[in-house]
């Protein structure tokens, strides 16, 4: 069993940053990817980032694109999701994730095997 666990939301104003992680309980020896999603109250959820072990590469859903950037400690067995120049429209409940999807299911958060209990992130004025 594998156990993820979020830390780092919470409540900013508009133009400010954020930086999520996620630790696992164990090295997940059996995913090889890592990925964020989040959730806004009466939507669908929506891929975020993910992060292939294999080579490294990263991906990012258009809206988040050019703001948000996700690495990883493999030391720590983290990974993060930096937020910067958050808009009221990032507002959602976000979830770290692993599994071993096919690339082109990458999106797709019924692949995803793990999850964690998901940390809220609020931006307003």
């Known amino acids: 069993q594998v156990q993820l666990v979020e830390s780092g939301g919470g409540l900013v104003q508009p133009g400010e940053s954020l930086r999520l992680s996620c630790q696992a309980s164990q090295r997940t020896g059996n995913s090889d990817t890592l990925a964020w999603f989040r959730q806004a109250p009466g939507k669908e959820r929506e891929f975020v980032a993910a992060l292939r072990r294999n080579g490294g590469r990263t991906y990012y859903g258009d809206s988040v694109k050019g703001r948000f950037t996700m690495s990883i400690d493999n030391a720590k067995i983290t990974v993060y999701l930096q937020m910067n120049n958050l808009k009221p429209e990032d507002t959602a409940i976000y979830y770290c994730?692993?599994?071993?999807?096919?690339?082109?299911?990458?999106?797709?958060?019924?692949?995803?095997?793990?999850w964690g209990q998901g940390t809220q992130v609020s931006v307003s004025s």
């Open positions: 994730a692993s599994g071993t999807p096919i690339l082109s299911a990458i999106t797709s958060p019924t692949i995803y095997r793990h």
